[in-house]
């Protein structure tokens, strides 16, 4: 099965749009990927959870329930379980483009995954 590696903007837009292209492959795209997070989802998912519910006009249980829905499918990986040596690779590829994206370029390497591209939203599917 194909290792997917979710980033936190890829679950912000889920969230919104439970719905999307994007929103609905989380949650029915588990007969045909494998999806991985880092922890630090949860914690920029819960850092901006006021303007997410605001965005989306969502209720604190209606949050709480998208939020169950969108994270159920996806494997939320421990950051301490990622060797030293990939993270320290992931940081040299991300320094010169975005170093907030480290933590996901290391999960990718260690699950031997891909991550997945915002573009899906407006990709056509085969």
């Known amino acids: 099965m194909t290792k997917i590696i979710v980033d936190t903007n890829i679950v912000f837009s889920a969230l ?6 994007i929103g609905q492959i989380l949650i029915n795209g588990k007969a045909y990927f494998d999806f991985y997070s880092p922890e630090y ?10 303007k ?5 006009k969502l209720s604190d249980d209606e949050f709480i329930e ?7 499918n ?3 990986l421990n950051h301490s379980l990622i060797p030293s040596e990939i993270y320290r690779s992931a940081e040299l590829l991300c320094q010169d ?3 907030d994206d480290t933590i996901f370029v290391a999960v990718s390497d260690f699950v031997k ?14």
């Open 113 to 126: 995954g891909n991550i997945m591209d915002w573009r899906l939203e407006t990709a056509q599917w085969a």
């Open 66 to 72: 998208t939020y169950s829905l969108i994270l159920r």
């Open 16 to 21: 919104l749009n439970t719905n999307s292209r």
């Open 52 to 56: 997410i519910k605001s965005i989306g």
């Open 41 to 50: 989802v949860r914690f920029e998912i819960f850092q901006h959870k006021a």
């Open 74 to 76: 996806i494997t939320i």
């Open 97 to 99: 483009i975005d170093v």
